[in-house]
């Protein structure tokens, strides 16, 4: 089972109430490759550099043995550059500057081995990019997308159109609400899944996740002992995360979504706690599995034999 990923591959200036770094790898892509590398070894990642992209950050992700071949470099001009400063409370930001570059003609290929993928991540580009890539995939099992609230606003009719071919959409609270016209999260979940994806995970940034399948709904809890350093990419992370326990486990089905969700939210608890992609760099399998298990064990209820309620 192969993991396709789709998305930016950039560089970030970020400042948090921690720290400022001018320039550090970043992009949706890269986080959700990172990411998903720790669950399994096939990876493949489309997207597209410029000629200042740096050899020891190509290096990164060889050293995580993700596949390179779709990703292209164009040597007319710079890498995607973001820069983003967070609120005292890093629950908002706001975005300093975005200059496409190079990512303003990208036009995803598809390299011929990586046509047969099993689960395909759209990370967060043009809806209409994000569709040229399912028409060139034979028949995935599953596609994820993620998107955001400029597409919704800005490109509404080719949003619609990717998300009748998509199985999980995974957006936050804010987003759910603006895609559905509706205040509130069940009733929106009801509309969006009517659009086409089955399964819809709502995040709550530090308020962890919902995930709504065809038959029940499964609230996540969020971690609340970690020291959040720098929330960039936890989003993405948090796809990596989810698509990465699902092809290394091989299983689709409900119980199986909702481990997914866990290994999504604990991998994003590790991402906040350094700046940029840094930590998604060393982590150890005894890591991931032990905060999993933190995850897990934050909201189970030991069975009670005699319920005298
Ligand atoms: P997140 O914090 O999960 O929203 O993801 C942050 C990453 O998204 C950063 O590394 C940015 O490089 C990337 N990013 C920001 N804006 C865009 C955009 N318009 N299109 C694609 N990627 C973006």
Not at 60 to 67: E, G, L, T, V, Y
Not at 204 to 219: D, Q, R, V, W, Y
Not at 246 to 266: E, K, Q, T
Request: hydrophobic fraction near 40%; include cysteine; proline fraction near 4%.
């Amino acid at each position: 089972m192969s993991i396709l990923v789709v998305g930016s591959v950039a560089y970030d200036g970020i400042e948090t109430p921690f720290g400022k770094i001018d320039r550090i790898l970043g992009g949706s892509a890269t986080y959700i490759s990172l990411t998903s590398s720790y669950f399994h070894d096939s990876l493949q990642l489309v997207g597209v550099v410029g000629k200042d992209f740096a050899d020891s950050d190509l290096q990164r992700f060889k050293d995580k043995n993700i596949d390179l071949e779709g990703l292209q470099i164009d040597n007319s001009g710079k890498t995607f550059f973001w820069q983003g400063k967070y609120h005292f409370d890093l629950n908002n930001r706001d975005t300093l500057d975005t200059q496409l570059n190079v990512f303003e003609k990208f036009d995803p290929v598809i390299p011929e081995s990586y046509k047969d993928a099993s689960i395909v991540c759209l990370g967060n580009i043009a809806p209409a990019l994000q569709g040229k890539v399912l028409d060139q995939i034979s028949k995935p099992d599953l596609v994820i997308l993620d998107t955001m609230n400029f597409w919704i606003e800005g490109a509404r009719e080719d949003l619609n159109k990717t998300l009748e071919r998509v199985n999980v959409l995974i957006i936050n609270d804010s987003e759910a609400r603006e895609l559905s016209g509706e205040p509130n999260l069940v009733k929106a979940a009801e509309k969006i899944q009517a659009m086409g994806p089955s399964t819809l995970i709502i995040k709550k940034g530090e308020h962890g996740a919902l995930l709504f399948t065809e038959t029940g709904i499964f609230s996540a809890p969020a971690f609340p002992i970690i020291d959040i350093f720098d929330p960039t990419g936890a989003g993405d992370t948090f796809l990596g995360g989810f698509a990465g326990w699902l092809a290394r486990s091989g299983d689709f089905s409900d119980d199986n979504l909702r481990r997914a969700v866990i290994y999504g939210s604990a991998m994003a608890s590790f991402c906040v706690e350094k700046f940029g992609p840094e930590r998604l760099l060393d982590l150890s399998a005894t890591e991931i599995s032990a905060r999993y298990q933190e995850f897990r064990s934050l909201s189970a209820i030991p069975v009670q034999q005699d319920n005298v309620f």
